[in-house]
C-alpha cells in the first residue's frame, strides 16, 4: 500500500482560475506534510508546509490539512501559465528528515 | 547563501560498475537526505545523514550505501550498477533533523545512465 497517493493528473484549468491538488496518506502518524513544485527537468523547489489541521495561507497558495480524513490539499488561487508543474505532495512519519513523496500530480494552467 | 550542490550533474555507467555521487549541502545544514527519482515510482527515499551519522534508511538494497563527513558534504555510492538503478539522485538539504521533519531544499541533481 503506497503511503502517500495523489491523482496523477493532467489537471487543466484556464488562467485565474483556482487549481486544487489533493493527496491523502495512509499512516495516521504522519507528522509533517509539505507541498513541492517541479518543472520538467528541474529539482523540486518548496512551495509550503503545514503541520496542524486547519488552514495555511502563503499568498496565492493555501494548503489544507485534515488528520481526521488523512486528507492534505493545495489550492492555488489565480492560477498562472508558470505555475504549470508537477505539484508533489511529502509526508513526514515522525524523526528526522524521511520523506515518503507522492507520485506528483501535472498541472497545465492554460492562457 | 549558495544552495546545494551535486556534483556530477550526468553520469553515464555500464552494469556491474560502482558509481559515487557528491553532495555539498547549504551552508550551516546538517541533515543530508538522498532520493531516487524514476518516472514509475517517483520520488524514493534512500537514506539521511545527521552529523556523520545515518539516521534513517529507506528499503534499497546494499549496493546503495552513502557516509557523511565533518563538513556536513555527503556522498553515496552504488555498487555493482544494474539497468534499473538508471535515474535521477537527488540530495535534499535541511538544517535539523527533529521530529516531523525539517524543510528540505533540494538539489539539481545527477542523472545516472546506466548501459
Not at chain 1, 489541521?53 to 498562472?80: C, H, M, P
Request: proline fraction near 4%; charge should be positive.
Amino acid at each position: 500500500q503506497k503511503e502517500v497517493e495523489q491523482n496523477s493528473g493532467p489537471l487543466s484549468v484556464p488562467e485565474g482560475a483556482i487549481a486544487s491538488l489533493n493527496c491523502t496518506y495512509s499512516d495516521r502518524g504522519s507528522q509533517s506534510f509539505f507541498w513541492y513544485r517541479q518543472y520538467s527537468g528541474k529539482s523540486p523547489e518548496l512551495i509550503m508546509f503545514i503541520y496542524s489541521n486547519g488552514d495555511k495561507e502563503d499568498g496565492r497558495f493555501t494548503a489544507q490539512l485534515n488528520k481526521a480524513s488523512q486528507y492534505v490539499s493545495l489550492l492555488i488561487r489565480d492560477s498562472q501559465p508558470s505555475d504549470s508543474a508537477t505539484y508533489l505532495c511529502a509526508v513526514n512519519l515522525d524523526t528526522g528528515n524521511q520523506f515518503y513523496f507522492g507520485t506528483g500530480t501535472s498541472l497545465t494552467v492554460i492562457p | 547563501k549558495a544552495g546545494v550542490t551535486q556534483t556530477p550533474r550526468y553520469l553515464i555507467k555500464t552494469r556491474g560498475q560502482q558509481v559515487t555521487l557528491s553532495c555539498s549541502p547549504i551552508s550551516g545544514h546538517r541533515s543530508v537526505s538522498w532520493y531516487q527519482q524514476t518516472p514509475g515510482q517517483g520520488l524514493q527515499f534512500l537514506f539521511e545523514y545527521f552529523s556523520e551519522t545515518q539516521r534513517n534508511k529507506g528499503n534499497f538494497p546494499g549496493r546503495f550505501s552513502g557516509r557523511q563527513f565533518s563538513n556536513s558534504r555527503s556522498e553515496m555510492n552504488v555498487s555493482t550498477l544494474e539497468l534499473g538503478d538508471s535515474a535521477l539522485y537527488l540530495c535534499a538539504s535541511s538544517r535539523t533533523s527533529g521530529r516531523g521533519g525539517d524543510t528540505q531544499y533540494f538539489g539539481p541533481g545527477t542523472r545516472l545512465t546506466v548501459l
